[in-house]
């Protein structure tokens, strides 16, 4: 069975600190990857997705960045955190198209920089 | 623009019916999905709509009319688990998911 990880599941990091969180998917192969951000009592924003290595497609332009070094494989990184970084951090895959109707996430990382 | 609009909080009491409702404007439609989430964790995929109509899973369905850009998710037998944001979420054109804020529901002994 497919199954996803994410990782650190939360930390503190001052302003000015670098980010980096990482996600893999097992059990599949080609998956789809998705980055997203959740601000308390709001929608999820897409960051980033990814439909195969190296291929990163941007959805906001902001001081994030997201790298596809493997398959399954994916990480979020920021040189520079902002106070406005804070936020939960989700991962997600789907097969291509969709297929099965369904977005797979993992289990966040809650992020607060101070 | 694209826009989901969806009740900002809902408070129901254990053992009723509760219906949440969705609508939505966007470029192109290819379904749409409801999910769970409890505070504090990932969004748990509950259902998906892509015809018009019914579908019922358990104690909660979903219902869809593309005419309208309109859906709810209805859940029978209210129990305190229930208590979460439910999410709704459209698949547009492009197959890029736009999501609403999320309907916080307070279930109510």
Redesign the interface.
């Known amino acids: 069975s497919q199954t996803i990880h994410q990782w650190p599941a939360t930390l503190v990091q001052p302003v000015g600190s670098p980010l980096s969180l990482e996600c893999t998917v097992e059990g599949t192969s080609n998956p789809n990857l998705y980055w997203y951000r959740q601000a308390a009592g709001r929608g999820l924003q897409l960051l980033f997705y990814s439909v195969g290595i190296g291929q990163i497609s941007s959805e906001v332009p902001q001081n994030l960045s997201a790298s596809r070094p493997q398959d399954r494989q994916f990480i979020l990184s920021s040189k520079k955190l902002l106070l406005s970084d804070s936020g939960f951090y989700l991962c997600a895959w789907t097969d291509r198209g969709f297929d099965t109707g369904e977005l797979f996430f993992g289990e966040g990382s809650r992020l607060t920089v101070l | 623009g694209q826009n ?1 609009d969806q009740p900002t909080e809902m408070t129901a009491t254990e053992g009723a019916i509760v219906q949440i409702n969705c609508t939505y404007q966007t470029s192109g439609f ?2 749409l ?1 409801w ?1 769970q989430q409890h505070a ?6 509950l259902s ?1 709509n ?1 015809l018009d109509g019914l579908e019922e899973k358990g104690r909660f369905s979903s219902f869809l009319s593309r005419s309208k850009g309109y859906s709810y998710l209805l859940l029978k037998e209210l129990q305190m688990k229930d208590s979460a944001s439910y ?1 709704c ?1 459209v ?1 547009d054109s492009n ?3 736009i ?4 309907t916080k529901l307070i279930i109510k002994p």
Do not use: H, K
Not at chain 2, 99 to 102: E, F
């Open positions: 989901i290819n379904g999905f999910y504090g964790e990932a969004p748990t995929f998906y892509v999410l979420a698949l197959y890029q998911l999501w609403g804020a999320g």
